[in-house]
């Protein structure tokens, strides 16, 4: 692998959205994404495919400082579209040697924007200049400081995408903060950069000239050509600067055309800026997709959490013997009453075995028996897939980044994922059923096994089955009075039912593996209930590992640093990080 295979293999994980939880600073994290991405695709992968293409000057700067109209003025036509409303530079200009047109019309460089020879939105418009030597395009940049935000982010865009900066200040606005924000990550990255005083007044031309020196030399930029345009009284918006007055702007950028061992020195002292500013720039993102992995991590355990409470609520469901009240204690009332039976429950099994066979086969159908425990079943995981739901809910919408994802989903699925989805009654009847099935199964299994033949034709599998479903639920903790009786006496009565039929250790198996068996199923369908939630992380969420991809692809990047062969106007050579003198 190469310096490019390695920004290539850079580049790539950062085509999926990575950063999309509201956590931490999340705004400048991804405004950083977009930078460190656009500066890969505009300027630093087509560069070194291309390291010795036209240069690329970059002419940026405030509202108003006189752009445009310095661009015109520099190759003698009226190529940009300066004005007097406010935005303005709303399409960027390239002003290229008609030499080097069809090199810009290939989309070499910001190939994220469209060319084209008029105005559009998201266009980059390409014009020619006979005056411009080949070798050397100027583009005219939105202003910095607009008040529109798209112009703004264009025009960083455009800056980081330029070998050179030509950045135009004014006398009166020479110390405003957000230019000097710019040309400080000039310095950073060792862009290549000139500045232009312009609209100075002849008798302030000395002091601010050095007053502009000396933030240059405070901020680190102390190296950086300083050139001065006198002020001028215009006719129109649209008339050019005197050729004097811009003559030495004009006359350097004519020499760097020419000079193509300086244009190399400007490529390379800019590109070497650009590779050794992803030392800090990388790892900064890969901590802030850490961020957001730790922030889905936080979000996974919730739902976890939600739904292992709603698993344990249904265990304490089957323990609680609140599956025995409603129409199962009323089916087992009508045979038992609750006068005596745990009296009666010892030293009458044989006649209460016979009483439950004819419950069985009489005027109370088993199917009855069978259709209540299903239903009391059926609503217990619906209450506690309801409750899983909401506690999930109410976790997301008060964790870091939570309520930003439930966002994403829509108030209406959003208000879904509080309650059960709507498949899940249907698929718990099914489960149930299906349970029910099992113990029978499980029942003819072990009678054939005990050849216990005779005792079994008296219950019939579904009546033995019934009773060790009623087993699996044999604890009376919760409830009170009379029901504890009824409810203890019937999981009791069931069991000693079953042993006189399996014997004890078989029943104490048999009631185990049903247990299980129900527990199982309940606990796919709660499964199937949290996926929900887990579908929207996956579907949000960074591929796993993609922080330490992108640091490995960025110490990949510099151990192929040196592969970018430096000259004496490199930066790396005298390990200067101050902006060059261009």
Do not use: C
Not at 128 to 149: C, F, K, N, Q, W
Not at 235 to 261: H, M, Q
Not at 344 to 372: H, I, K, Q, Y
Not at 386 to 395: N, P, Q, V, W
Request: glycine residues 10%.
């Amino acid at each position: 692998m190469d310096l490019l295979g390695a920004l290539e293999e850079l580049r790539r994980p950062l085509d999926r959205e990575l950063l999309p939880l509201e956590i931490g600073d999340a705004e400048t994290d991804r405004r950083a994404l977009r930078e460190l991405t656009g500066q890969l695709d505009d300027y630093l992968l087509p560069r070194l495919r291309a390291i010795d293409a036209p240069l690329l000057a970059v002419v940026g700067g405030s509202t108003g400082a006189g752009k445009s109209t310095l661009v015109n003025s520099l190759v003698g036509a009226d190529v940009a579209e300066p004005g007097v409303l406010r935005p303005t530079t709303l399409v960027p200009t390239l002003v290229v040697s008609p030499a080097d047109r069809d090199w810009f019309m290939a989309q070499n460089v910001l190939p994220g924007l469209s060319r084209a020879t008029g105005a559009g939105p998201g266009a980059l418009r390409v014009v020619t200049a006979e005056a411009l030597g080949a070798g050397l395009a100027l583009l005219d940049a939105p202003d910095i400081d607009s008040v529109v935000t798209a112009n703004r982010e264009l025009a960083a865009q455009l800056l980081a995408a330029a070998d050179l900066w030509l950045f135009v200040t004014t006398a009166a606005r020479y110390a405003d903060e957000v230019p000097w924000s710019f040309l400080r990550s000039a310095r950073e990255r060792s862009t290549a950069l000139a500045v232009v005083l312009d609209r100075v007044p002849p008798e302030a031309a000395g002091p601010v000239a050095r007053d502009l020196e000396r933030l240059l030399e405070e901020n680190g930029l102390s190296g950086s050509r300083l050139f001065t345009v006198p002020e001028s009284t215009l006719p129109t918006e649209k008339a050019r600067l005197p050729a004097a007055a811009v003559a030495p702007i004009s006359g350097w950028l004519a020499g760097l055309a020419a000079d193509a061992a300086e244009r190399s020195r400007v490529v390379r002292q800019t590109l070497s800026g650009a590779l050794d500013s992803l030392a800090t720039r990388v790892p900064s993102l890969a901590a802030a997709v850490e961020r957001q992995e730790d922030g889905f991590a936080a979000l996974r355990s919730i739902v976890t959490a939600a739904y292992a409470s709603g698993m344990a609520g249904f265990d304490e469901g089957m323990r609680d013997g609140s599956l025995l009240r409603g129409e199962v204690l009323a089916r087992w009332q009508d045979f038992i009453g609750t006068g005596d039976l745990m009296r009666s429950l010892e030293s009458r099994v044989g006649w209460l075995r016979d009483r439950v066979v004819g419950f069985f086969t009489g005027r109370a159908p088993e199917v009855e028996l069978r259709d209540a425990l299903e239903s009391g079943v059926e609503t217990l995981i619906k209450g506690v897939a309801d409750g899983a739901a909401e506690r999930a809910l109410d976790g997301w919408a008060a964790a870091p980044g939570g309520p930003g994802l439930l966002q994403r989903a829509g108030p209406v699925e959003s208000a879904r994922l509080g309650r059960a989805s709507a498949a899940l009654g249907e698929q718990a009847e099914s489960a149930v059923r299906g349970w029910q099935e099992y113990v029978l199964d499980l029942v003819r299994e072990e009678g054939a096994a005990r050849r216990t033949t005779a005792r079994m034709a008296s219950f019939g599998v579904n009546g033995a089955g019934l009773l060790l479903m009623l087993a699996v639920f044999a604890s009376t903790g919760g409830l009170t009075g009379i029901e504890v009786g009824i409810a203890g006496g019937t999981s009791v009565l069931s069991q000693k039912l079953l042993e006189a039929i399996f014997g004890d250790q078989a029943v104490r198996t048999l009631t185990a593996r049903a247990r299980d068996d129900l527990r199982e199923r309940v606990r796919e369908l709660l499964d199937g209930e949290a996926d929900r939630y887990l579908a929207l992380l996956a579907s949000a969420e960074p591929p796993a590992g993609t922080a330490d991809a992108l640091r490995e692809a960025a110490a990949t990047v510099r151990r192929h640093r040196a592969e970018l062969p430096a000259d004496s106007g490199d930066p790396g050579d005298s390990g200067d990080s101050g902006g060059g003198q261009a």
